[in-house]
């Protein structure tokens, strides 16, 4: 066991109140999420735990201190940046930064981490999880950083469109109209990243393209970054159609979420029968995020866990 103290500058009565939390909630949600025992007396701090998890529990309660200078600390800023801390690995995230011309992005946990790693390092990518666990914004992110480095020459943003039966041509306005729900999660995030007129010029110089899953039978798509998002929402042929659309040059990011099939038969998602078939193939990553990967408010990360076991329990 390893034990450290600390004192933290300025003794801010204030601060220190906000940084633990009414009734010390704060620091008892950090030792619910570290190996560690938190003591403390004003602004003097004793942290007992293993090595590594007291390390990163002092540089959390540094950093959510300075929060504490300029806005109160909410549930929501703890848990953020206990994503960050729980890795325990300060020296290899700092490294891994997309900068993006909006934001800069790090990955928030080992999760993301490994995720960032191997899209990095394969042409093929599942990011398999629930919703709010990151899978799509840094899969947007990693398309937008290789565009940027001109490791490839367009970003290509599929989703199947199963709310509509996959019959684009009864809904109202050109291609884009048409899928433009579908879509929604990746603009925003495109947009977020890139700023609307770029992403905007993107489009219309086709850099960025955007098609329904039933659009890409017969194509063979080089030198492009592809994000398949919702893809529990495929059958089984369209996730072979669409694996083996890959060409020379080209990365592929697929995202979903195997417990919210809208599928008739949810035995035929493509994402649960590939994850099952190629998850053993060299030059295939596959990244499972679970609940405590959830970077939304905390109680989203609660509430999949719970229906999570409740699905077991069947």
């Given at each position: 066991m390893d034990v450290r103290q600390f004192v933290l500058e300025p003794n801010d009565a204030r601060r220190l109140a906000s940084l633990c939390g009414r009734q010390d909630t704060h620091l008892r949600l950090i030792e619910s999420r570290l190996p560690v025992t938190i003591r403390n007396r004003g602004n003097q701090f004793e942290i007992e735990g293993e090595g590594d998890a007291t390390k990163a529990c002092v540089r959390l309660l540094d950093q959510l201190y300075r929060e504490t200078r300029d806005s109160e600390l909410t549930d929501d800023t703890v848990h953020l940046h206990l994503q960050e801390a729980s890795t325990y690995q300060e020296d290899a995230q700092a490294l891994v930064v997309i900068d993006t011309p909006k934001l800069k992005i790090k990955p928030r946990g080992q999760n993301q981490l490994g995720y960032i790693n191997a899209i990095a390092a394969h042409d093929v990518n599942f990011g398999i999880g629930p919703a709010g666990t990151?899978?799509?914004?840094?899969?947007?992110?990693?398309?937008?950083?290789?565009?940027?480095?001109?490791?490839?020459?367009?970003?290509?943003?599929?989703?199947?469109?199963?709310?509509?039966?996959?019959?684009?041509?009864?809904?109202?306005?050109?291609?884009?109209?048409?899928?433009?729900?579908?879509?929604?999660?990746?603009?925003?995030?495109?947009?977020?990243?890139?700023?609307?007129?770029?992403?905007?010029?993107?489009?219309?110089?086709?850099?960025?393209?955007?098609?329904?899953?039933?659009?890409?039978?017969?194509?063979?798509?080089?030198?492009?970054?592809?994000?398949?998002?919702?893809?529990?929402?495929?059958?089984?042929?369209?996730?072979?159609?669409?694996?083996?659309?890959?060409?020379?040059?080209?990365?592929?990011?697929?995202t979903g979420d195997p417990s919210q099939i809208d599928l008739p038969r949810k035995s035929d998602s493509g994402l649960t029968h590939a994850c099952r078939v190629l998850d053993s193939v060299r030059g295939i990553s596959m990244t499972r995020f679970n609940y405590k990967d959830v970077v939304r408010h905390p109680l989203v990360g609660r509430i999949v866990d719970a229906y999570d076991r409740a699905q077991d329990d069947h």
């Open positions: 990151g899978k799509t914004w840094l899969a947007v992110a990693c398309a937008v950083d290789a565009l940027r480095r001109d490791q490839v020459e367009r970003i290509i943003l599929v989703r199947p469109a199963v709310e509509a039966g996959e019959r684009l041509g009864f809904l109202p306005g050109d291609l884009a109209q048409k899928i433009d729900p579908y879509l929604r999660p990746l603009y925003d995030a495109l947009y977020e990243m890139l700023g609307f007129d770029k992403v905007t010029k993107l489009l219309e110089r086709q850099v960025i393209e955007i098609a329904p899953l039933a659009y890409m039978r017969g194509r063979t798509l080089n030198h492009s970054f592809i994000i398949l998002d919702e893809s529990q929402n495929t059958t089984r042929e369209q996730m072979k159609m669409f694996l083996t659309r890959l060409g020379f040059g080209s990365t592929a990011v697929i």
